[in-house]
């Protein structure tokens, strides 16, 4: 049940944030256009008429803003945009609607919270993601690579693709044939990318086997590496990122 007086909406942009207020007791809507500075944003809630609570959308700017006003006593709500409800028959859509129609929603608790995680959690998060990242450059660095060679009628055929017999294969083998230098070229680049970007996975999935081992996660970790067919690896981005 909403018991604030003021509820607030807020749209939220990297470099522009659209603020609706509501005041429960006399009904005046109250707008403006403010900085993404959580200091500016902070600013303008005080001098509304209080207790307010807030509710912006999750989004690609985080939940910095919402952890900045928790901790100044505020209660702020991130809603699910994929639970939000839209008005029918409004198709023309504003950043200003947007934060009056999230004022409104929350007044009438039409509201679904996401869960706000840690600042540890969303750091184990980055870095998940981060080896994600690292693991799609790298299927599109090999990709690349083996399609150049088809091109020049190079394949492989002595096992599976991309071990320690490959890699001999591709240095020793492949990149002799290649009898245009502009391809050695191309070849040498891509190769050279394939081997950094393995690197650079390799160092992520030691991170994280670090992390996983001690950290807040690990317990959790433990019990999803009992199940069959899930890693470390698996299991703790199931930890960051759906929780216990």
């Known amino acids: 049940m909403f018991t604030e007086r003021t509820s607030v909406g807020l749209d939220v942009h990297a470099r522009s944030v659209a603020a609706a207020a509501i005041d429960g007791v006399t009904g005046e809507l109250v707008q403006s256009r403010l900085t993404p500075s959580h200091e500016h944003i902070l600013s303008w809630l005080q001098d509304l008429p209080g207790p307010v609570a807030v509710a912006y959308e999750a989004g690609p700017t985080g939940f910095g ?16 945009p994929s639970k939000l409800q839209r008005p029918a028959g409004d198709r023309v859509k504003t950043d200003a609607k947007d934060a009056v129609h999230l004022a409104r929603l929350l007044r009438l608790d039409e509201i679904t919270p996401v869960a706000v995680p840690s600042v540890d959690q969303e750091a184990a998060r980055d870095l998940v993601r981060a080896r994600e990242d690292c693991r799609g450059d ?27 017999a490959h890699h001999t294969w591709l240095v020793h083998q492949a990149q002799p044939q290649l009898l245009q230098r502009a391809t050695r070229l191309a070849f040498d680049a891509d190769y050279e990318t394939v081997m950094v970007t393995l690197i650079r996975r390799n160092r992520l999935d030691k991170d994280i086997a670090a992390m996983a081992a001690e950290s807040e996660f690990t317990p959790v970790v433990r019990r999803l590496g009992c199940l069959r067919g899930v890693s470390t690896l698996t299991g703790f981005a199931l930890a960051v990122e759906i929780g216990d």
């Not at 100044?72 to 699910?80: D, L």
């Not at 790298?138 to 320690?164: D, E, I, P």
């Open 65 to 80: 803003l919402c952890r900045t006003l928790r901790e100044a006593g505020i209660r702020c709500e991130v809603v699910a």
């Open 138 to 164: 790298l299927m599109r660095a090999r990709h690349r690579l083996s399609k150049l060679l088809l091109r020049q009628g190079l394949v492989y055929s002595g096992g599976q693709a991309w071990t320690g």
